[in-house]
Each structure stands twice: as structure tokens, then as C-alpha cells.
């Protein structure tokens, strides 16, 4: 298992960027995919965007353009960031491993970081 801090959220304008943070507390290295999800007010979380351990990535239709993912082996960290926000992105937004089939790979969730976006 592994524990899973997210940070970097806030409140930005629409327009604005953020930059989200997930620190691992181990070696991420053997994970073969880590990803970003959202929770919107009254929504299911969704999976947002993926990154592999070859680097490549995946991004839900709504955020492509916008958002990249990226992750640093040496830190543990993976990362995501956020342009052009639109108010449509405010939600709290974890990180997780995914599996082969697009779902969550560890049990437990982080406390995730809340990310709002003003009109």
C-alpha cells in the first residue's frame, strides 16, 4: 500500500491555472499507471488523466488542451497542471494508481485537494 498527499488546490478565476501536487509515500516507479481524479459537487469521481510509466498520458475529453499530467520518479511525485480553468473544473481532486481497467489501484484515497474555480 501506499499513502497518497495531495496539495496545490485553491481558488482561482476562470482562465487561471493551478498546479496540483501528489506525493507518494514510496517508490512510485513500479506503479504502471498513476492518475488524476475529479470529484465535482454531487458527482461520482472521475478519472481525469493518466500518465504511464513510460510517460505516456491519457486525458478525459472535458480537460484536454488544458491539463497535463507528469510525474518525477526522484521526488515520487506526480503532478498536474491545470490551465484555462472554467468553473466546469471545480471539484476536489485526488490521486491514485489505475489499474488495466481505468478504475483505482489502492484502496484508500488521500484527502484530496479542493479546487475552485470562479466565473
Known amino acids: 500500500q501506499v499513502q497518497l498527499v495531495e496539495s496545490g488546490g485553491g481558488l482561482a478565476q476562470a482562465g487561471g491555472s493551478l498546479r496540483l501536487s501528489c506525493a507518494a509515500s514510496?517508490?512510485?516507479?513500479?506503479?504502471?499507471?498513476m492518475g488524476w481524479y475529479r470529484q465535482a459537487p454531487g458527482k461520482q469521481r472521475e478519472l481525469v488523466a493518466t500518465?504511464?510509466?513510460?510517460?505516456?498520458?491519457n486525458y478525459e475529453d472535458s480537460v484536454k488542451g488544458r491539463f497535463t499530467i507528469s510525474r518525477d520518479y526522484a521526488k515520487n511525485t506526480v503532478y498536474l497542471q491545470m490551465n484555462s480553468l472554467k468553473p466546469e473544473d471545480t471539484g476536489v481532486y485526488y490521486c491514485?494508481?489505475?489499474?488495466?481497467?481505468?478504475?483505482?489501484?489502492?484502496?484508500?484515497w488521500g484527502q484530496g485537494t479542493q479546487v475552485t474555480v470562479s466565473s
Open positions: 514510496r517508490s512510485i516507479f513500479s506503479i504502471n499507471a
Open positions: 491514485n494508481g489505475v489499474t488495466t481497467r481505468g478504475q483505482a489501484l489502492f484502496g484508500s
Open positions: 500518465i504511464s510509466s513510460i510517460g505516456s498520458t
